[in-house]
C-alpha cells in the first residue's frame, strides 16, 4: 500500500512540474491557436541548459532562470520564423525543434545524458534544509511555482497587451486594424509559452536527477492530453485562472494515469501512444458525436406537421405559392 | 484630408492571373464628406478601400491622410486613422472576448498598449453610453462574449467599435450586405446617426444604388481600376438610378450588366 502511495506522490510531483510546461503550451495551443511543436525541444533545452549551469557551479536557482530564458529564445526563433519569414506555425516549430536536438547535445558536451547526482538542486536544497523527502521537495517547490505562474499569466492576459494577445488568437484581422502588429503579439506568446516550457524542463531534471537528450520528447502531446483531461473534468469553469488551474489539474492526472499504467505493468515506451490516441481521441469523439448526431436525427416525416397544420388555414404558404405561380 | 495620387495596384503581376486592380487612381476626399462607392463586380471598390487601409503595398503613387505619407505604413500603423467596418460581421470583433473586451481594445486604437489593466473602470461608463446609442440593449450585457450576438449585433458593434475613437477616415466596405433587409435598414440607419451626427469623413461601398444617391455628400463610381464618375451638392441630389446606368455605359462604354445591381435598383 504504500508502495501505491510513494507511486501516487511521485507521479502528483511530475504532475505538478510538468504542469508549468502544460501552461505554456496552453498560451500558443488555446489563446493564440497554434499547435507550437518547438515545445519538445525547448523542454529539453530548459533540462539540459540548468544541468550543464549546476554542474559548472551555478547557483541552482540562477540555472533555473537560465533554463527559462533558454527557453524563451527558442521560442523567438520559432517566432521570428513564423513572422518574419512568414513560415507556416507548425513548421517553424518543427524546424527549431530539430534544429534543438543538435544544440541540445552540444550543449551536453555530445552526452546524451548528463547527470545531477552528487550536486545541490533547488529540489535537495527544500529537502535537505525541512527534512521531507525529494519527492515531496519537488511536490512543495512545483506548487510554489504553479501558483506564481498562474497568478503571473492571470495579471498578464488581463492587461492591454495581453488582451491584443489574446485577440490576436481570436480574430486577427480585427486586432490588425485596430492597431497592434501582430507579429509582435505572436512573438511574445511564442517566447512566454516557452520560456514556461524551458522551466519546466529545468524544473523536471532536477526532480529526476538528470537530463536527457530525449526528455522533452512527445512533450506537446503530453500538454494537449492534460489540457484535454483539465478541460474534461473541469468544463464549466469560466474564470481564466481557473481554466489555467484545469490545465495544471489535467497534467497531474495524466502522470497518474502514467503511474498508474506503469505499476500494472505497461512498458513505459508504450506511454507516448498511449498519449497520443487520447489526444486523437478527445478531438476525434466530438466530431464523430456531432456527426453521427445529424445522421440519426434525420427523418423523412415532417417533424413540424402539426405546426404546418396549424398554419395551413392562414393561408400563408397558399399566398406564397400563388405568386410563384 | 485624405489624398490620393496616381495609385495603381496589380494583382498577380507575370502570371495568367494578372490583374490591374486599380489603375492610376486619383481621389481627394474632405474632412466630412461622406462619400458612397458603386461599381460593378471587380471594379475596384474594396480594393481601393484596402489600399488606402495598408492591406497591401500599392505599387506606385501616395496616400496622404492630413499630410502625413502613410503609402508606406503597414496596416496596423495606419490604424491610427482609419476605422473599419467589414463585410463580414464575423471579421470586425472577437467571438471569444466580452462585449467590454471588445470596445477596450477599440478604445486604444492607434494608441500603445502597455501593461496596465485592459479595462479602466471609467470607461465602462463611456462603452455603456456608446452602447445604449444602439438601442439594442446591448448596454446590459457588457461581459457578453461577443459570439452570443446576431450577425447584425455584431456589425452594430463592429460600427461602434470602428469609431468609439474619432478616426479621420472611416472605411465601410459593403457592411449591410451580409444582413437580412430589416437588419441592414438599422445597421444603415445608425450608420448614418453616427457619421451624419459626428461628421465623420467616410467612404461606404455599396451595391444598391437609391442607398448610393440618398446617403452622403458624394458619390463615386468606380470601374476598371478607376474613378469613372464623381458627382456632390446638388448634381447628387438630383441623381436618379437611371441616370447611374447611363452614366455607366456612357463612361465605361458596355452594358451595365451586374444582376445584383440591376435587381436592388
Known sequence: MSGLLLVTQGAISQGVLWGIMVLGVYITYKLLDIPDLTADGSFTLGGCVCTVAILSGVNPVLATIMGLFAGLLAGAVTGILHTVFEIPAILAGILTQIGLWSVNLRIMGGKSNNPLLQTESMISFVSENTGVSQSQAALIVGIILVVIVIAALYWFFGTEVGAALRATGDNADMIRALGVNINNTKLIALSLSNGLIGLSGAMVAQMQKYADINMGRGAIVIGLAAIVIGEVLMNRVKNFGFKLFSAVVGAMIYFLIRAYAIQLGLNVNDMQLISALLVAAALAIPVAMRKWREKAAYTEDDLYASEHAASSEGDKHADRDKGRA | ?265
Not at chain 2, 102 to 120: D, E, H, P, T, V
Open chain 2, 1 to 265: 484630408m485624405i489624398e490620393i495620387k496616381n495609385v495603381s495596384k496589380t494583382f498577380n503581376k507575370g502570371t495568367v492571373n494578372e490583374k490591374r486592380a486599380l489603375d492610376n487612381l486619383n481621389l481627394t476626399i474632405n474632412d466630412g464628406d461622406f462619400i458612397t462607392v458603386i461599381g460593378g463586380n471587380g471594379a475596384g471598390k474594396s480594393t481601393m478601400l484596402n489600399a488606402i487601409a495598408g492591406v497591401f503595398p500599392v505599387d506606385c503613387g501616395k496616400i496622404e491622410i492630413d499630410g502625413v505619407n502613410v503609402t508606406r505604413d503597414p496596416e496596423f500603423k495606419r490604424a491610427k486613422y482609419i476605422g473599419r467596418v467589414f463585410q463580414d460581421p464575423m471579421k470586425g470583433t472577437a467571438a471569444g472576448m466580452q462585449i467590454e473586451e471588445n470596445l477596450s481594445l477599440a478604445y486604444r486604437r492607434g494608441k500603445r498598449r502597455g501593461l496596465g489593466w485592459q479595462i479602466k473602470a471609467e470607461e465602462r461608463e463611456i462603452y455603456k453610453k456608446e452602447l445604449s446609442r444602439l438601442g439594442l440593449g446591448l448596454e446590459e450585457r457588457l461581459t457578453d462574449r461577443v459570439g452570443l450576438l446576431s450577425g447584425g449585433q455584431r456589425q452594430a458593434v463592429t460600427l461602434l467599435m470602428a469609431t468609439l475613437k474619432r478616426p479621420q477616415l472611416l472605411l465601410l466596405d459593403e457592411h449591410t450586405a451580409a444582413l437580412d433587409p430589416a437588419t441592414a435598414a438599422t445597421v444603415l440607419r445608425l450608420t448614418r446617426e453616427i457619421v451624419e451626427g459626428e461628421k465623420l469623413t467616410a467612404l461606404m461601398v455599396t451595391h444598391n444604388m437609391k442607398d448610393a444617391i440618398a446617403i452622403g455628400n458624394r458619390l463615386i463610381m468606380m470601374d476598371r481600376g478607376s474613378i469613372i464618375y464623381n458627382v456632390s451638392g446638388d448634381e447628387k441630389e438630383r441623381l436618379t438610378v437611371e441616370d447611374l446606368l447611363h452614366k455607366f455605359e456612357e463612361a465605361s462604354g458596355t452594358e451595365f450588366s451586374n444582376d445584383r445591381m440591376i435587381l436592388s435598383r
